[in-house]
């Protein structure tokens, strides 16, 4: 019986850390934020059942296997570690699911088929204008950021493609993104 309750701590500190390393997954692209999101939700809310199921399972086992006074001690320190663990994943997750509360803003996306890739831009400035220009190359959803413009205001920035290179410009200053390799270019 034991055993099975085991199970229960190992379940709980593996979608823990699962739910800790969501600050250092790959930007998603925008359109599959939602299914990022629904994934760590279930695996938050399954982190919370399985807390309260070991927090109510601990006085059996704990008063089972030891004396009262550490019964007590054990029963505090589990719901405390378990709370702390929760707390974290917690914030960890909300940073991470929406790059804190003022993250970047999707102000354009343009397609590139022939290419197979995708270059997004976003208004990354909160109080000053600044844009990140990020691309996507291939199949799977994840970008990748190439340049962070402090001054460029997104919504102002023009594209132009010559054969493979497309490039953005904003007032004097322009960037070219080779989208064959997916690279920035620096001339």
């Keep these: 019986m034991l055993k099975i309750k085991f199970i229960y701590y190992i379940i709980f500190l593996i979608s ?16 599959w934020e939602i299914v990022q999101q629904a994934i760590f ?17 601990s006085p059996t086992i704990f008063n089972n296997n030891l004396s009262k006074k550490h019964s007590y001690i054990l029963k505090s320190a589990t719901t ?54 990020k691309i996507k190359k291939g199949r799977l959803p994840f970008m990748k950021e ?3 413009l402090g001054n460029w205001i997104p919504y102002q920035v023009e594209e132009t493609l010559n054969d493979s290179i497309v490039q953005f410009s904003y007032e004097n200053d322009t ?6 390799t997916g690279k920035l270019i620096t001339e």
């Design 41 to 57: 939700g279930l695996l938050y809310t399954i982190n919370i059942v399985l807390a309260y199921i070991i927090i109510r399972l």
């Design 16 to 31: 823990s850390i699962i739910l800790g390393f969501v600050i250092i997954i790959p930007d998603i692209i925008p359109s």
């Design 175 to 180: 960037i070219g993104i080779d989208l064959k």
């Design 80 to 133: 405390v570690f378990l709370s702390l663990i929760l707390l974290f994943s917690f914030v960890a997750t909300s940073f991470g699911l929406g790059q804190g509360f003022m993250g970047p803003k999707l102000e354009k996306e343009i397609k590139y088929p022939d290419y197979k890739a995708t270059v997004y831009i976003f208004d990354a400035g909160f109080i000053d204008p600044a844009t990140s220009v």
């Design 146 to 148: 190439l340049v962070f």
